[in-house]
């Protein structure tokens, strides 16, 4: 797989809205990938290995019902990120995300992301500002 372009305008909005210089210190950790349609991000109950930045196409974020039935609490596009909960602390979530529309996005493995995160800097703003953006549409659904 090739990686991303050193241009912070590649298409995802959180990483387009990075500084130049905290942009290039996330570019080495970044992999560009295709995904295809239905093409799991992470699992239910799974530690999550990466976090996503969508350049094309769209994640659905699920909730996991008792009875294995699967509940739509969000996408993702590229305005945003998939592995929230990593932001968030956690290691593993009670929600699966895959693939819904075919596309292409930028990944992370989590713990080069919360290396980052530990930096303190302008991504953490910025995530938190999505953060709250996206428990709005969550809470709407």
Not at 77 to 91: I, R, T, W, Y
Request: aromatic letters at 10%; proline letters at 4%; a negative charge.
């Amino acid at each position: 797989m090739s990686s991303p372009t050193s241009s912070p305008g590649l298409g995802n909005r959180i990483l387009a809205a990075l500084p130049a210089n905290e942009y290039q210190r996330l570019l080495p950790s970044l992999e560009f990938i295709t995904l295809e349609l239905k093409d799991s991000l992470y699992e239910k109950d799974q530690t999550i290995e990466y976090v996503y930045f969508p350049l094309s196409g769209m994640a659905s974020i699920l909730v996991v019902l008792d009875d294995n039935t699967f509940i739509e609490a969000g996408i993702v596009g590229n305005e945003g990120m998939v592995g929230l909960p990593v932001f968030l602390g956690a290691e593993k979530t009670t929600t699966t995300a895959f693939y819904q529309v075919i596309g292409e996005a930028v990944r992370m493995r989590s713990e080069h992301f919360r290396e980052e995160i530990r930096q303190n800097g302008a991504l953490v703003s910025i995530l938190q500002r999505y953060t709250q953006a996206f428990l709005t549409l969550v809470a709407q659904t």
